[in-house]
């Protein structure tokens, strides 16, 4: 069997270079391309991209891929005239090149900082390269904020908390807040709230698309806010009790944090998605079965406590259809070694297809189920 050299997330596949290069970390083609000198970064950076990318995909709107990459370029620490957290740049052509520095290579910052590039990147799409990205600062927080509490539902929980001990910002203050993506917990708390209250009035997803686009190309953003969401309010002081009336219903919802069928289905096979980087160069894609073999190898055994983890935090929310898939993921991923785990592999590998099968016909019946209702409530009444 040949050794496989590095693990990546999904359809990663991360490539060591020889020499000082820095090592890749790719993700599918247009998404995501990641530099660093330190493969552990490079691959961890590459992971929260690619979960970002999924999360982030119907809010934002975002096409399958780019015609080219957001280009991520960490910055090893101390080097001379690097920021300290992270900087976007569209360049020449409409590349867009984001620069990672020390602060900003894991957690809130990182989230922040591939939200920002992500948003330069598509406004470059929409507008093209004539029309330089205008990414306001409530923007980046409110994606960034989404983004965390869909795959951590405590951190939802957390934020409605936080929340409930202080008043609504002021729509202006988010709406006309300073460039750049930094700001206080009460800042992000506040975007994090506009950001899911305007996608909640954004009916038939009509609204919401439209001020993004605007948003994207710069100006008035208040102007654009009467335009995407026509005759929700009449002047200033309704536009803020429109806000603030949001604020409180979305703070008082006791809705339990909870993917649908088609998310849970897209990050159980994104987890389940083994590519390795083989001796000839290429790229392979390898059964669970197999990386379940190989799982005291530092790398794989690293690599499946991550998706561990990942797992770990959506699993209360996961959706009924896949939630026996996820259980099975989850202790496979989490099989220790041994003799009696050797011989449980195999059957855990056979369980999670048989689990997977099984929320893919519940997911495909009701939808049929629901499609043929649908098409009865709108035939005409004889």
């Known amino acids: 069997m040949k050794r496989l050299r590095w693990l990546a997330l999904g359809l990663l596949a991360l490539v060591p270079l020889r020499g000082a290069a820095p090592v890749l970390a790719a993700s599918l083609a247009g998404r995501f391309e990641v530099a660093s000198m330190d493969a552990a970064v490079a691959h961890r950076v590459a992971a929260a991209a690619e979960e970002g990318w999924r999360v982030l995909a119907g809010p934002l709107g975002l096409p399958p891929a780019f015609p080219s990459p957001v280009f991520v370029r960490v910055v090893p620490a101390g080097t001379p005239g690097a920021a300290e957290t992270h900087e976007v740049a569209v360049e020449p052509g409409g590349l867009v090149t984001l620069w990672l520095g020390a602060r900003a290579q894991e957690g809130p910052a990182l989230r922040r900082a591939l939200v920002d590039a992500l948003l330069h990147r598509l406004g470059v799409a929409l507008h093209g390269v004539t029309v330089p990205p205008v990414v306001a600062p409530w923007l980046v927080l409110g994606a960034a904020g989404w983004w965390e509490t869909r795959v951590d539902g405590a951190r939802l929980d957390a934020l409605r908390e936080a929340s409930r001990r202080r008043p609504p910002p002021a729509l202006v203050s988010l709406l006309d807040g300073a460039r750049g993506p930094a700001g206080s917990e009460g800042d992000a708390a506040g975007a994090t709230w506009w950001f899911t209250f305007l996608l909640a009035e954004s009916s038939r997803g009509a609204e919401w698309p439209r001020l993004l686009g605007r948003l994207l190309a710069g100006g008035d953003p208040q102007a654009m806010l009467a335009q995407a969401y026509v005759g929700r309010f009449g002047g200033p002081d309704e536009r803020e009790l429109w806000w603030q009336t949001g604020w409180h219903h979305h703070l008082r919802q006791r809705v339990l944090p909870?993917?649908?069928?088609?998310?849970?289905?897209?990050?159980?096979?994104?987890?389940?998605?083994?590519?390795?980087?083989?001796?000839?160069?290429?790229?392979?894609?390898?059964p669970l079965t197999e990386v379940l073999a190989r799982r005291t190898e530092p790398l794989v055994a690293?690599?499946?406590?991550?998706?561990?983890?990942?797992?770990?935090?959506?699993?209360?929310?996961?959706?009924?259809?896949?939630?026996?898939?996820?259980?099975?993921?989850?202790?496979?991923?989490?099989?220790?070694?041994?003799?009696?785990?050797?011989?449980?592999?195999?059957?855990?590998?056979?369980?999670?297809?048989?689990?997977?099968?099984?929320?893919?016909?519940?997911?495909?019946?009701t939808r049929e189920v629901l499609d043929r209702w649908e098409g009865r409530s709108r035939a005409p009444a004889r």
């Open 302 to 365: 690293a690599e499946l406590a991550r998706r561990g983890a990942d797992l770990g935090r959506s699993a209360a929310g996961m959706h009924p259809f896949y939630r026996n898939a996820a259980l099975t993921l989850a202790e496979a991923f989490a099989l220790p070694a041994g003799v009696e785990a050797d011989r449980r592999r195999s059957a855990l590998s056979a369980q999670w297809e048989r689990d997977w099968a099984d929320g893919l016909a519940l997911e495909a019946a």
């Open 258 to 286: 909870g993917l649908e069928a088609e998310e849970a289905r897209d990050l159980l096979a994104a987890l389940a998605r083994f590519v390795f980087a083989d001796e000839g160069g290429g790229d392979r894609l390898v």
